[in-house]
């Protein structure tokens, strides 16, 4: 069964601080690995996504690594902002024919406070 | 430009009630896709539409159905309303696969 699972749930850290959110997937066959910032009430926002071959991916603050043979991938953010605080999503994409199809992690929550 | 667009950004109903949802994509993206978001979840894929035509359906029942127009645009029915339903539903669309998703629309059923 095509599963992503997202550790930890949720995350409080300092303002300044860094912090790494970590996706588990057992998803096949294997397209990609997207990264999404999801603010409270809002629609999910693209950080980084990336393919078989990529192991690492930065958007400023922002770095994601993939590791295709354990499928663990991380998202670490660096100097965290207030900014920060939302709710990150892991979603997998396996090769489904004419579409692919995303497998959604439940999410790590992360509040970052002053 | 113009991102997702989706609307109503809010709206509450009744058991038993019908609803209807639309999105009006990005220019020039052809196909759209919907989500339901439960309260601390992540997002449930619902369908896929690429040029009008259905692609994908997630694990939802029939009360759900979808369609896309000539101008790529698309609507998310429900019928016969549940409390379960309540949820912030997300659509998004895609040109070469990267998604872009709206703001979404809080569906409230009392």
Known sequence: ?114 | DAGVTQSPTHLIKTRGQHVTLRCSPISGHKSVSWYQQVLGQGPQFIFQYYEKEERGRGNFPDRFSARQFPNYSSELNVNALLLGDSALYLCASSLTGELFFGEGSRLTVL
């Open chain 1, 1 to 114: 069964k095509n599963q992503v699972e997202q550790s930890p749930q949720s995350l409080i850290i300092l303002e300044g601080k860094n912090c790494t959110l970590q996706c588990n997937y057992t998803v096949s066959p294997f397209s990609n690995l997207r990264w999404y910032k999801q603010d409270t009430g809002r629609g999910p926002v693209s950080l980084t996504i990336m393919t078989f071959s990529e192991n690492t991916k930065s958007n400023g603050r922002y770095t994601a690594t993939l590791d295709a043979d354990t499928k663990q991938s991380s998202l670490h953010i660096t100097a965290s902002q207030l900014s920060d605080s939302a709710s990150y999503i892991c979603v997998v994409s396996a090769w489904g024919g004419a579409t692919n199809k995303l497998i959604f992690g439940t999410g790590t929550l992360l509040a970052v406070q002053p």
